[in-house]
Nanobody, 126 residues
Framework: QVQLIESGGGLVQEGDSLSLSCVHS????????MAWFRQAPGKEREFVAA????????NYADSVKGRFTISKDNAKNTVYLQLSSLRPEDTSVYFC???????????????????WGQGTQVTVSS
């Protein structure tokens, strides 16, 4: 059974940076496309960023493009999300998600990711 454990959340000020990590275990890490989603109170879960199992293809939500960077380290079975130029509207619980990689392209749809972490809180104060 795949397990995903996020870490790195916290309370920061507007304009600050933060790095999130997600450790993948229970199966071959390189068989999975990985993604980050976020959910603020009273809002639906939204796509943030995704990275193909090869690590060569990434996708970002327009709201974070140019500010957030997703990356992976296969030796550590870990996917990262580097957050910079943080804004109060980035305040959310951030979730790591995994999907067995197939022939289809990188997806932004939460319902297509089978495995989820417990989430880590990111709070940005103004």
């Amino acid at each position: 059974q795949v397990q995903l454990i996020e870490s790195g959340g916290g309370l920061v000020q507007e304009g600050d940076s933060l790095s999130l990590s997600c450790v993948h275990s229970g199966d071959t890490f390189t068989s999975y496309d990985m993604a980050w989603f976020r959910q603020a109170p009273g809002k639906e879960r939204e796509f943030v960023a995704a990275i193909r199992w090869t690590g060569t293809t990434t996708n970002y939500a327009d709201s974070v493009k140019g500010r957030f960077t997703i990356s992976k380290d296969n030796a550590k079975n870990t996917v990262y999300l580097q957050l910079s130029s943080l804004r109060p509207e980035d305040t959310s619980v951030y979730f790591c998600a995994a999907r067995i990689a197939g022939l289809s392209s990188l997806t932004t749809l939460a319902r297509l990711y089978k495995y989820w972490g417990q989430g880590t809180q990111v709070t940005v104060s103004s």
